[in-house]
C-alpha cells in the first residue's frame, strides 16, 4: 500500500523511522512518512487555513475542563504496523489531533502521538483518497485509543464522520 501515483517519494531510498524523525526535524517543510519512504506534503491554502483554526478554536472551547487537548500543526501521528528494522509506519500530521491525559508519545520530543482519540482532516482533492482510505484504515486497525474522526472537503461546504 501506500500514496497513490500523486504522490511522489522523495528519493528512491527507503528511510528508517529514526532517519525520517531527524530529517522532519531539521525540514522547513512538513513531510510524511509511508513504510519507509518520504513524501512532501501538499501546501495549505487559506480556505484550508480558516476552516482549521475555526474547528481548532470550537474544539478547544468543548474539552476545556476535561482531560482532553486539541492540538494542530505541530503534532504527527504514528499508525502501525509495529516498527520492523524502522521501515515500516506511518508517520503524519492530521490538521488537528484530540488526545487524552494519558497520551503517549513516540519519543521524548513529544511531537508523534501514539494514541489519538481524534483526528479532523480538512481534505481536497489531491488528500481525500490517502486521508479516507490508508489513514483511516490504519488509525483503525494500530490505533485502538482512536474513537473518532471527522473529514471534512476544503472545496465544499460539507463534512462527514466516519467512525471506529
Known amino acids: ?20 524523525l531527524a530529517f522532519e526535524q531539521a525540514a522547513l ?3 510524511f512518512f509511508v513504510d519507509g519512504k518520504i513524501f512532501a506534503m501538499e501546501s495549505v491554502s487559506w480556505r484550508h ?37 524502522g521501515l515500516r509506519g506511518m508517520f503524519w500530521y492530521p490538521d ?3 488526545i ?3 497520551a503517549k508519545y513516540y519519543d521524548p520530543h513529544t511531537d ?16 481525500e483518497a490517502l486521508d479516507r482510505g490508508e489513514k483511516f484504515t490504519r488509525l483503525q486497525t494500530f490505533n485502538p485509543s482512536f474513537t473518532d474522526s471527522v473529514l471534512g472537503r476544503v472545496d ?8 471506529r
Do not use: C, F
Open 1 to 20: 500500500m501506500g500514496p497513490s501515483a500523486e504522490w511522489m517519494p522523495i528519493g528512491e531510498h527507503r528511510h528508517t523511522a529514526e532517519e525520517y
Open 29 to 31: 517543510d512538513r513531510h
Open 49 to 85: 487555513s480558516t476552516i482549521t483554526v475555526n474547528l481548532v478554536a470550537s474544539l478547544g472551547m468543548q474539552v476545556k475542563s476535561t482531560p482532553y487537548q486539541v492540538r494542530a500543526v505541530a503534532t504527527k501521528v504514528y499508525s502501525g504496523p509495529k516498527i520492523v528494522n
Open 96 to 98: 488537528i489531533v484530540v
Open 100 to 102: 487524552g491525559a494519558d
Open 112 to 127: 508523534v502521538v501514539l494514541n489519538p482519540r481524534a483526528i479532523v482532516e480538512i481534505v481536497s482533492p489531491l488528500t
Open 156 to 163: 465544499i461546504s460539507s463534512g462527514s464522520l466516519p467512525k
